[in-house]
């Protein structure tokens, strides 16, 4: 079974600030793909970024980025220059490949950007 | 291109009652998936479709829970003689299942709240 922690329940930063956030996974599988998904409140969850467990190269999307440690079984997400329109619940997931790819969430941090 | 869509948004209902959640994926998109939100948790897989045929269902999905996809376009949620405990966001995602594993695409979500 695949699980998905994140271990930071809220978060709060100041606007333009970078911030961190993090997740750890298990599967056993080799073959998966990483997510992080932004879901602001009252709004619709979207995607923020996508890694592909057989690339070292950390994914960035803009002011995204990811810290991939496989051997760690670490996904953290950075936010750089933080925006009022960032404040969301962030979640972490998992989906290994092949079967249903059902997404595995993690329960999610609450991150705050204040003005 | 329009994304996914649930209707209704919202649904207000008595204890025992039926009610039924409406899902319109991506177009081209020929994978389904309901998943379950309660309140501070991350989002748990409920069922998914690939085109018209349902392949996996959660436990959670317990046998007042019925999902269809008669024509591998748009799926509907069932929730027999619901319960209290029913109340949540039913989230409707799609994707194309194909050569590598695609994102997962979110609707807005139905919150149901059973009286």
């Known amino acids: 079974a695949q699980t998905v922690t994140q271990s930071q329940p809220e978060m709060s930063v100041q606007e333009a600030e970078t911030v961190t956030l993090s997740c750890t996974y298990d599967?056993?599988?080799?073959?998966?793909?990483l997510f992080w998904y932004k879901q602001p409140p009252s709004r619709q969850m979207i995607l923020v970024i996508r890694?592909?467990?057989?690339?070292?190269q950390n994914a960035t999307e803009n002011r995204f980025s990811v810290n991939f440690q496989k051997a760690a079984k670490s996904f953290s997400l950075k936010i750089s220059d933080s925006q009022l329109g960032d404040t969301a619940m962030y979640f972490c997931?998992?989906?290994?490949?092949?079967?249903?790819?059902?997404?595995?969430f993690g329960k999610g941090t609450k991150l705050t950007v204040n003005p | 291109d329009t994304g996914v869509s649930q209707n209704p948004r919202h649904k207000i209902t008595k204890r025992g009652q039926n009610v039924t959640f409406r899902c319109d994926p991506i177009?081209?998109?020929?994978?389904l998936y309901w998943y379950r939100q309660t309140l501070g948790q991350g989002p748990e897989f409920l069922t998914y479709?690939?085109?018209?045929?349902?392949?996996?269902k959660s436990r959670l999905l317990s046998d007042r829970f019925s999902a269809e996809r008669p024509k591998g376009s748009f799926s509907t949620l069932e929730i027999q003689r619901t319960e209290q405990g029913d109340s949540a966001m039913y989230l409707c995602?799609?994707?194309?299942?194909?050569?590598?594993?695609?994102?997962?695409?979110f609707g807005p979500g139905t919150r149901l709240t059973v009286l």
């Open positions: 995602a799609s994707s194309f299942w194909g050569a590598s594993t695609d994102t997962q695409y």
């Open positions: 599967t056993s599988e080799n073959n998966y793909y």
């Open positions: 890694q592909e467990a057989y690339k070292q």
């Open positions: 997931a998992l989906v290994t490949q092949g079967g249903s790819e059902k997404l595995v």
């Open positions: 177009s081209e998109h020929n994978r």
């Open positions: 479709f690939q085109n018209e045929a349902q392949l996996e």
